[in-house]
């Protein structure tokens, strides 16, 4: 989720270009933008891969896994065990 109460989950300003409804979170290294970045790179209309989905993406963000989305393509069997619900 990328707003919690009101505002950025990273407490930056919001943005809204003009002629749009949404407002987005100004800051660019926001992990919650990240994270979203990471489904929407996942997602089945741009690499397709299955089973990467927010809480997934949520985790490798978290543990530092993937700083970019670059990181994506050098994960390992090794680093994706050590997240909750991945086995071979």
């Keep these: 989720m990328l707003i919690k109460d009101g505002g950025p989950v990273c407490d930056s300003p919001v943005a809204r270009v003009e002629g749009e409804v949404i407002a987005r979170c100004s800051n660019t ?3 919650a933008r990240f994270r979203e970045a990471i489904s929407h790179f996942a997602s089945t209309e741009a690499m ?3 089973g990467l989905g ?3 993406a949520d985790q490798l963000v978290g ?3 993937v700083k970019n989305l670059a990181d994506i393509c ?3 069997m ?3 065990k050590r997240l909750m619900r991945m086995a071979k």
């Design 63 to 65: 543990k530092q896994l």
């Design 48 to 50: 397709d891969i299955r």
């Design 29 to 31: 290294s926001c992990p």
């Design 54 to 56: 927010a809480k997934l």
């Design 78 to 80: 090794k680093d994706l």
């Design 74 to 76: 050098a994960l390992t």
